[in-house]
């Protein structure tokens, strides 16, 4: 039992990892991707995520800038450059900043009654999707920490 925990420390673990960052990565920019598309498609779409309320253009801007940071980090972390790593930063603050403050912001201008007539299975459906996410953000930022940390200290050598 104890080689399993020496294996799944030592080199699966990480790679796992890092193979489930790169699918999030890449699903949560390809959704970007199409929610531009659409909003180039129809003027009049909207788009409300977090703290971003957009429609129209705005909507195509502040659904590519994200998409390009995205797929500038995968593309710099992929090729093992010291970029990738402050690029999957930035990109995983802006969402943990918008999606956090967003449900803030929720919070404050609905106040707590709105959440206490929320039915059981919105509160599970819709926490566990938004605490995967949050998650999944936060996870990202902390390899990037991780990365630019091994980094700096390889450079200090």
């Known amino acids: 039992m104890k080689a399993v925990g020496t294996l799944m420390r030592g080199a699966f673990l990480p790679r796992l990892l890092f193979a489930l960052m790169m699918v999030w990565l890449v699903a949560t920019v390809a959704l970007l991707l199409g929610a531009a598309a659409a909003a180039l498609r129809d003027s009049s779409f909207s788009v409300v995520l977090g703290l971003i ?23 710099l972390v992929l090729k093992r450059r010291r970029a ?24 404050v201008q609905q106040g707590l009654s709105a959440a206490a007539h929320t039915p059981l299975r919105g509160w599970l459906v ?13 996870l990202m930022a902390v390899w990037s920490v991780r990365r630019l940390r091994e980094a700096a200290g390889r450079a200090a050598s």
């Open 53 to 75: 309320d957009a429609s129209g253009l705005a909507a195509v801007l502040a659904m590519l800038l994200p998409a390009v940071c995205g797929l500038g980090a995968a593309w």
């Open 84 to 107: 990738g790593p402050a690029l999957l930063l930035l990109y995983s603050a802006f969402w943990l900043v918008s999606l956090g403050g967003g449900a803030i912001a929720s919070v």
């Open 126 to 138: 819709g926490g566990s999707a938004f605490g995967t996410m949050i998650a999944a953000f936060a």
